[in-house]
């Protein structure tokens, strides 16, 4: 008996809310203050989770977080991206709208669903707005969504993540603005965790290339900072044939962080790979560095050698690394004497 009522109280308590309460939190999206609609915004994730297991509170939360993605203002938009992947995780089922029913393309998750009562996850809803999200004319919003869109892959799963986020991905690959790609290159992990990085590493190459090549000496650094992880993902062979020589290019930048860098990922490349690799393909660039006329560029890769020793089986180091450390010690420059 007990237990009835308690189930009862359950229910009314869950109805009161629903009914009076969802309502109020759902208006604050039509707010004429952009500041309200921020918060809201903001704090979106929050408030889906909070009623996550009430029934059907999730068909009047998801229309009005997707009215949020399409806000007038920016800082709105971009608010709400930055909750994108929090509120994919809720795993309550929605309806589909019926602008995306019975349609075939890339912004609809299922060409099957022309039922009225179809049911899908808050995810595969979601997913439909990514694409629309990489043409925002705002590149916050964009540089928003490239450091969450991948997070929906684990939530998507193998095949959603393929016909469905792996497009808007490849866009975001593609995007004119820097600090996007670089977002997007920076949160590949969730992705290959799902799907590998294979469908990606055509268009991964040419936006790291771009970046490589940034005007800010910042986002070249990130892009450094970041090529460990991408060799993993990426594997040797693919590696070493499109992006081993671009590595030790950077030991010539102008900065002198990105020189610093650059020997540190020499030798972060040299623990992934192995000393075989750094001898076949960083080694032989690395000695052309010695002859240089920039006593800079002379003695990074002075460091680099150094740092890459410390990676290397004994004997190899001293075989392969000692003797050019030897040679360049005898650098007219006494601060490459000193270096190592």
């Given at each position: 008996?007990?237990?009835?009522?308690?189930?009862?109280?359950?229910?009314?308590?869950?109805?009161?809310?629903?009914?009076?309460?969802?309502?109020?939190?759902?208006?604050?999206?039509?707010?004429?203050?952009?500041?309200?609609?921020?918060?809201?915004?903001?704090?979106?994730?929050?408030?889906?989770?909070?009623?996550?297991?009430?029934?059907?509170?999730?068909?009047?939360?998801?229309?009005?977080?997707?009215?949020?993605?399409?806000d007038p203002e920016a800082e709105v938009r971009t608010a709400a991206t930055f909750n994108l992947a929090d509120v994919a995780k809720?795993?309550?089922?929605?309806h589909l709208p019926p602008r995306v029913r019975g349609l075939d393309g890339p912004d609809t998750f299922s060409p099957q669903t022309?039922?009225?009562?179809?049911?899908?996850?808050?995810?595969?809803?979601?997913?439909?707005?990514?694409?629309?999200?990489?043409?925002?004319?705002?590149?916050?919003?964009?540089?928003?969504?490239?450091?969450?869109?991948?997070?929906?892959?684990?939530?998507?799963?193998?095949?959603?993540?393929?016909?469905?986020?792996?497009?808007?991905?490849?866009?975001?690959?593609?995007?004119?603005?820097?600090?996007?790609?670089?977002?997007?290159?920076?949160?590949?992990?969730?992705?290959?965790?799902?799907?590998?990085?294979?469908?990606?590493?055509?268009?991964?190459?040419?936006?790291?290339?771009?970046?490589?090549?940034?005007?800010?000496?910042?986002?070249?650094?990130?892009?450094?900072?970041?090529?460990?992880?991408?060799?993993?993902?990426?594997?040797?062979?693919?590696?070493?044939?499109?992006?081993?020589?671009?590595?030790?290019?950077?030991?010539?930048?102008?900065?002198?962080?990105?020189?610093?860098?650059?020997?540190?990922?020499?030798?972060?490349?040299?623990?992934?790979?192995?000393?075989?690799?750094?001898?076949?393909?960083?080694?032989?660039?690395?000695?052309?560095?010695?002859?240089?006329?920039?006593?800079?560029?002379?003695?990074?890769?002075?460091?680099?050698?150094?740092?890459?020793?410390?990676?290397?089986?004994?004997?190899?180091?001293?075989?392969?690394?000692?003797?050019?450390?030897?040679?360049?010690?005898?650098?007219?420059?006494?601060?490459?004497?000193?270096?190592?």
């Open positions: 008996m007990g237990g009835t009522l308690d189930d009862d109280f359950i229910r009314e308590g869950s109805g009161i809310l629903v009914k009076r309460i969802l309502p109020l939190i759902v208006s604050t999206i039509d707010d004429r203050s952009w500041r309200v609609r921020w918060t809201a915004a903001s704090k979106f994730a929050e408030v889906v989770k909070s009623f996550a297991d009430l029934p059907d509170a999730m068909d009047s939360l998801v229309p009005a977080y997707e009215k949020l993605l399409q809720c795993k309550a089922k929605v022309t039922d009225d009562n179809e049911l899908v996850s808050v995810a595969e809803r979601l997913v439909q707005r990514v694409t629309n999200l990489t043409e925002d004319d705002s590149e916050n919003v964009r540089a928003a969504l490239a450091m969450v869109a991948t997070e929906l892959a684990p939530i998507l799963g193998k095949d959603a993540t393929i016909h469905h986020l792996v497009p808007p991905v490849l866009l975001l690959l593609r995007d004119a603005t820097s600090e996007v790609r670089l977002n997007i290159i920076s949160s590949l992990s969730a992705l290959n965790e799902v799907i590998g990085v294979d469908l990606l590493s055509q268009s991964l190459l040419p936006a790291i290339i771009d970046l490589a090549q940034d005007g800010k000496w910042r986002i070249r650094l990130a892009i450094i900072q970041h090529i460990p992880l991408l060799a993993k993902q990426l594997g040797k062979d693919f590696f070493s044939e499109k992006l081993s020589s671009l590595c030790v290019t950077w030991l010539g930048d102008d900065i002198s962080s990105i020189r610093q860098a650059a020997a540190t990922n020499l030798k972060e490349l040299t623990a992934v790979f192995g000393s075989e690799f750094a001898i076949n393909f960083l080694l032989p660039s690395i000695a052309d560095i010695r002859q240089h006329n920039s006593y800079l560029r002379r003695l990074t890769a002075v460091r680099a050698c150094a740092l890459m020793a410390t990676e290397m089986e004994p004997q190899t180091a001293r075989t392969e690394l000692l003797p050019m450390v030897l040679e360049m010690a005898n650098d007219a420059v006494s601060n490459k004497t000193h270096c190592y």
